[in-house]
């Protein structure tokens, strides 16, 4: 069993920030890529920032210079530092970890609840 468990989300004005955060705990043998999706009603699931084992990292063109992804691999937490806030980051943000379980051995995507961020004009 794998749990997913995002903090840090809420109500901010533009131009403001905000620090989530996602904890990752259960049967974990090893754990590959993370990343934050973020979904709008009415919308697709996008991705918003990435980051593999290694430490390389992706971001959503729609985020570059304002969000920093950056994981903890000895705590298996993953962190996204989100600056200069603008209306449209207004979302549900939802961490995603790529998880080697223990028993049995086998990979799978695992999804948090979701925290929701309210960027207001």
């Known amino acids: 069993q794998v749990h997913v468990v995002e903090s840090g989300g809420g109500l901010v004005q533009a131009g403001g920030s905000l620090r989530l955060s996602c904890a990752v705990s259960g049967s974990i043998l090893r754990i590959g890529a993370m990343g934050w999706y973020r979904q709008t009603v009415g919308i697709q699931r996008e991705l918003v920032a990435s980051?593999?084992?290694?430490?390389?990292?992706t971001y959503a063109d729609s985020v570059k210079g304002r969000f920093t992804i950056s994981r903890d691999n000895a705590q298996n937490k993953v962190y996204l530092q989100m600056n200069n806030l603008k209306p449209e980051d207004t979302s549900v943000y939802y961490c995603?970890?790529?998880?080697?379980?223990?028993?049995?051995?086998?990979?799978?995507?695992?999804w948090g609840q979701g925290t929701l961020v309210t960027v207001s004009e």
């Open positions: 980051t593999a084992s290694g430490g390389s990292t």
């Open positions: 995603n970890a790529y998880v080697t379980v223990l028993y049995p051995n086998m990979a799978d995507d695992f």
